[in-house]
C-alpha cells in the first residue's frame, strides 16, 4: 500500500522527507485545502482528526486506491505556563498567527515570568489510518526554552528551544542532528514497523 503523509506544515513535510525516504511514497499537503477543525482535548486526538478526514476524503475519491494515512500533531509545552501552549501550539499567538507570531508570544510569556530560560518539551503524536485499523504513537524532545530567538534552521519554536545535552538551539542544529533527537523522529521510530507491515499490504 502506498502512504500518503497528510501536512500542511512544510517544516514536518522536509522533516519527514528526510527520515523517511524509503517508506513515505506519496507527500500531500491536502490538509491545508480542507478546513479541518482540530477540537480533540489531546495530541493524540487531533492527530486522529487528521487523518481520519484525508482517509475518508480519498476513500471518496478513490474508492479502489491501495494507501493508507499518516498524520503529526505535535507541539510545545512549558511547565512554568501550566503546559500551554501545548495542542494549541499552532494558534498560540490567535487564529491564523504563524510560526514567527507564535515564536514571539512565547519568548514574551517566558520574560513575563522574569525568566531567561525554563524547561520545556516537545510531543508529537503520529496517527496512521488504514484499512487495516488505527494507530497512534507518541514521541517526546526535553529540553529548555530561552528569551530570545538564535539560529534560522528548524521551523515553528525551534530558534528559541535548546534539547537536553545542547548548548546549540534547533534553529542552529541541522536537520538531521534534529531528526535523532527530536519528539517526531522519535514517534517514527515507533511508527516504521507499522509502516513497513501496511507498506507490505
Ligand atoms: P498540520 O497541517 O500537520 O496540521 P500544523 O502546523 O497545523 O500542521 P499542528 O496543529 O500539529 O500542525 O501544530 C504544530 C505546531 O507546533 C507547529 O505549528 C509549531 O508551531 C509547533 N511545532 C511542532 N513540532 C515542532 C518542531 O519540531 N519544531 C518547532 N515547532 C514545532
Redesign the pocket.
Known amino acids: 500500500m502506498k502512504l500518503v503523509l497528510a501536512?500542511?506544515?512544510k517544516?514536518?513535510l522536509r522533516e519527514f522527507r528526510q527520515m523517511c525516504q524509503d517508506e513515505v511514497v506519496a507527500f500531500s499537503d491536502l490538509?491545508g485545502a480542507f478546513d479541518i477543525v482540530?477540537d480533540g482535548a489531546t495530541f493524540a486526538e487531533?492527530a486522529l482528526i487528521?487523518a481520519r478526514t484525508i482517509y475518508k476524503k480519498l476513500k471518496e475519491t478513490y474508492p479502489s486506491g491501495n494507501y493508507f494515512v499518516i498524520?503529526?500533531?505535535?507541539?510545545?509545552s512549558l511547565p512554568v505556563l501550566d503546559g500551554a501552549p501545548g495542542i494549541y501550539?499552532?494558534r498560540y499567538a490567535g487564529e491564523g498567527a504563524n510560526?514567527k507570531d507564535?515564536l514571539y508570544k512565547l519568548i514574551n510569556a517566558v520574560k513575563a515570568k522574569g525568566l531567561k530560560e525554563t524547561p520545556a518539551y516537545?510531543t508529537?503524536a503520529i496517527a496512521i489510518v488504514s484499512q487495516y485499523g488505527e494507530y497512534v504513537v507518541h514521541g517526546w524532545m526535553h529540553g529548555k526554552v530561552i528569551d530570545k530567538v538564535r539560529g534560522d534552521k528548524?521551523?515553528?519554536?525551534?530558534p528559541m528551544f535548546i534539547p537536553s545535552g545542547f548548548e546549540k538551539t534547533?534553529g542552529e542544529l541541522d536537520d538531521e542532528v534534529k531528526s535523532k533527537i527530536?519528539h517526531?523522529g522519535k514517534a517514527l521510530a515507533l511508527a516504521k514497523p507499522i509502516i513497513q507491515m501496511l507498506r507490505r499490504k
Not at 528548524?154 to 525551534?158: I, K, V
Open positions: 501536512t500542511g506544515n517544516g514536518k490538509l482540530e487531533n487528521k498524520s503529526d500533531d505535535s507541539g510545545i501550539s499552532a510560526d507564535n516537545y508529537a528548524g521551523f515553528g519554536y525551534d534547533l527530536s517526531r
